[in-house]
Every structure is written in C-alpha cells, then in structure tokens.
C-alpha cells in the first residue's frame, strides 16, 4: 500500500518561503501526477498544483508567482516551496498522488504550517 | 476557474436515513468529478471517482450520478461511520477546484 508523508517546518515567518517535502513509500512514482492542496477554514480544500513523473508541471494561477513544485525520484520524493509567504498562507498541506483519471487516490496526513513572526 | 457550489452545506440526518449531496459546476465538465469523504484531523479519502465509479473498498452503500453541470451523491443507508464532511472535485480544467464541502451531522 503506497504511503505518503509530508515533513518541514510548521511555522514560518512572514515574507519568508514555506519548503515541504512529500516522501513516497510502497509503490513507483511513475505514471502519476505528484500534488500540493491545502486547506483552511476560510477557502477549503485548494488545489496548489502537480508534478508529472516526467518532471513536467502545472500549479495554480493564484499561486504561480511564489511556487516551484520539484521532484526527486532517486529519493521517491517531491517538494513544495512556497516564497514570501503571508498569514494567508496558513493552513494544512496536504501532499498527494494524482491517478491518471484526474482522482487523488492517495494522501499524506496532512502537516499544518503556521505564517506567524 | 471552475466554480463547484455543493448543497446544502450541512446535514442532519440519522442511521438508517438515505442522503443526497448535489454539487453544481459553474460550467461543463462532462464527467470528470470525483467525490471524498473527510474526518476531523484526517485526510479526504476517495469515494466516487468519474462521477459514478465507486472506489475499490468502498462501500456500496456511496454511489454517485450527473453530467455536465449537475452531480449527486448519495448514500443509501446512513451508517454512523458515515457523519463527516463530503467533497466534490472537478478536473476537466486547471486549475482544479473542490465544493465547500458538506457537513453531515448526526440528528
């Protein structure tokens, strides 16, 4: 059964950038989409974006100016930086395995990281 | 961005009662919705996945229909296990968008 697990700091301070890293166990990271989603109270779930297998990406328009989405096969795992970070960027990263039929079909627990000075 | 807007956004419901969930897209996203289901302090977890697709372990029980803009979930026999917060998921466009979610609470 494919686990994953997100790591990194759980507080960052503001204007500063928010790295999290995902590690990938019980299965290959061939053939599958590699995402970043968040959650707050305020927005819900918000999808932040995608690594492919072949390194290719996509990430949210809303985020896209501060976000770089990297993977690391050799290591079975991929990473989020999130740059110039701000209280609204507080919430729970979740990281996640996208099948090729548009599901996420496996999940991290989901590390929550506060935007505090 | 496609707009998912779910109804209502909570429930109250008993053992036994049968449950819908409907979540409308601000556009056509043929069949490309999935459905998930959230605990308190836990991941959303898989239900339904191209409108209708029932996950493998999944009970029965969870089934999904709809096209285009219009999508139900529905759960047949309410079990306690069931009370949770459901999602919807369109991926027919980038960026993709989840419902606000519903919250189904015990009567």
């Known amino acids: 059964q494919m686990q994953l697990q997100e790591s990194g700091p759980g507080l960052v301070k503001p204007s500063e950038t928010l790295s999290l890293n995902c590690t990938v166990s019980g299965g290959s990271m061939s053939n599958y989409y590699w995402s970043w989603i968040r959650q707050t109270p305020w927005k819900g779930l918000e999808w932040i974006g995608y690594?492919?297998?072949?390194?290719?990406?996509s990430y949210n328009p809303s985020l896209r100016s501060r976000l770089t989405i990297s993977l690391d096969t050799s290591k079975n795992q991929f990473s989020l930086k999130l740059t110039s970070v701000t209280a609204a960027d507080t919430a729970v990263y979740y990281c996640?395995?996208?099948?090729?039929?548009?599901?996420?079909?496996?999940w991290g627990q989901g590390t929550q990281v506060t935007v505090s000075s | 961005d496609i707009q998912m807007t779910q109804s209502p956004s909570s429930l109250s419901a008993s053992v036994g009662d049968r449950v819908t969930i409907t979540c409308q897209a601000s556009q056509d996203i043929t069949e490309y919705l999935n459905w998930y289901q959230q605990k308190p302090g836990k991941a959303p977890k898989l239900l339904i996945y191209e409108a209708s697709n029932l996950e493998t372990g999944v009970p029965s029980r969870f089934s999904g229909s709809g096209s285009g803009t219009d999508f139900t979930f529905s759960i047949a026999s309410l079990q306690p296990e069931d009370f949770a917060t459901y999602y919807c998921?369109?991926?027919?466009?980038?960026?993709?968008?989840f419902g606000q979610g519903t919250r189904l609470e015990s009567k």
């Open positions: 998921q369109q991926y027919d466009n980038l960026p993709i968008t």
């Open positions: 996640a395995r996208e099948a090729p039929t548009g599901n996420f079909d496996n």
């Open positions: 690594i492919y297998h072949s390194g290719n990406s």
